[in-house]
């Protein structure tokens, strides 16, 4: 074993992390894939994870653009803006999966797709916001023309994709060497003059997995977003359901936890993990409720386009997931300098 090995599984030893998987991966895993398990959060701890994250943002945004896509046919496409959400949906879907396959494309192109589709999320919450103003009685009545009108938050929730695309651009991909093994001028060495000119501390922090506070923000952004989305939604279902609560209940406590994460690296490593850990599972349980609700309605999947185009909006428990998944990767990754 060289010497390089041996200092990539020191530092992936729980005594070098601290971070709460350790313990769970020695725990329930045997001791051979705990330590794979260790190496790859090591991976994501220094910023070495642009390829999954690209596929990731990829994938998350073809069900964004698909929830986007029948919400506006819904609409008929009335404004030509309308359709600017679908096809940003499917090219950030194209530019995640090539950048998980190219490091070059993710700087680029993927880089390039984000920024725009996160500017068209701001557009849309400003035509969203106006749409509401338009409706009678526009924000004097502002409880019943939130749960009527258009979904005030939902191109910023459609921004989530956008946003992981945009870090992962910044990232390191998995082959390359651990940054903390290097000297800083080493990692000045390994960096193009173009590269050069382009570091800042914020970058560079990316680059190095350290954005911790970073990712708490975003997830209580998204929280919030998905969460209130879920709430109108529920309402105007009378929360014929039990579970309809869940989402409800689990929103303020993952915002908590990442508002506590951003202050106390303690509950980073406990409670964040945790609650995102729960949003996680009850997208998925929401997920399937969803789907059981297209099946139910009259005709099931004999008349699919119509049930998934008027029955419960399908994908939108994974959009509270991903907030979840923020959430967990913020847990993982170390603290700003």
């Not at 599972?281 to 399937?288: K, L």
């Not at 009259?298 to 959009?319: D, E, R, S, T, V």
């Amino acid at each position: 074993m060289n010497a390089l090995t041996k200092r990539i599984r020191r530092l992936a030893s729980p005594r070098e992390t601290g971070n709460w998987p350790d313990r769970l991966f020695d725990k329930f895993l045997p001791k051979k894939l705990a330590r794979e398990a260790r190496l790859a959060e090591a991976h994501i701890r220094e910023g070495r994870f642009q390829r999954s994250l690209s596929a990731l943002a990829g994938a998350s945004s073809m069900l964004a653009g698909a929830e986007v896509a029948y919400e506006h046919y819904k609409g008929s496409y009335g404004q030509h803006i309308m359709y600017t959400p679908v096809a940003l949906g499917g090219a950030m879907t194209m530019a995640g999966i090539w950048g998980a396959f190219s490091p070059r494309a993710a700087q680029t192109v993927l880089r390039l797709t984000s920024a725009i589709t996160l500017l068209d999320g701001l557009v849309g919450f400003c035509f969203h916001v106006r749409g509401i103003a338009r409706k009678p009685g526009g924000w004097r009545l502002p409880v019943a023309n939130i749960i009527m009108g258009p979904p005030i938050f939902a191109p910023l929730l459609f921004g989530v994709s956008a946003y992981l695309g945009l870090i992962a651009s910044f990232l390191r991909p998995e082959e390359s060497a651990p940054m903390i093994l290097r000297s800083p001028a080493a990692r000045v060495l390994s960096l193009s003059s173009a590269q050069i000119a382009a570091q800042h501390p914020w970058t560079m922090g990316l680059r190095e997995g350290r954005f911790q506070k970073h990712l708490a923000m975003a997830t209580i952004v998204g929280t919030f977003c998905s969460g209130a989305e879920a709430l109108y939604s529920h309402y105007k279902n009378n929360f014929r359901y039990l579970a309809q609560w869940t989402p409800i209940i689990i929103t303020p406590l993952l915002m908590g936890a990442a508002g506590g994460a951003i202050v106390s690296p303690k509950i980073a490593r406990t409670w964040l993990p945790a609650m995102s850990v729960l949003a996680i599972a009850d997208g998925a349980v929401g997920f399937f409720y969803h789907a059981r609700g297209v099946l139910r309605r009259p005709g099931g999947m004999q008349k699919p386009i119509y049930n998934l185009l008027y029955g419960p909006p399908i994908f939108a428990p994974l959009l509270f997931a991903a907030c979840g998944t923020i959430g967990l990767l913020a847990s993982l990754m170390r603290r700003e300098r």
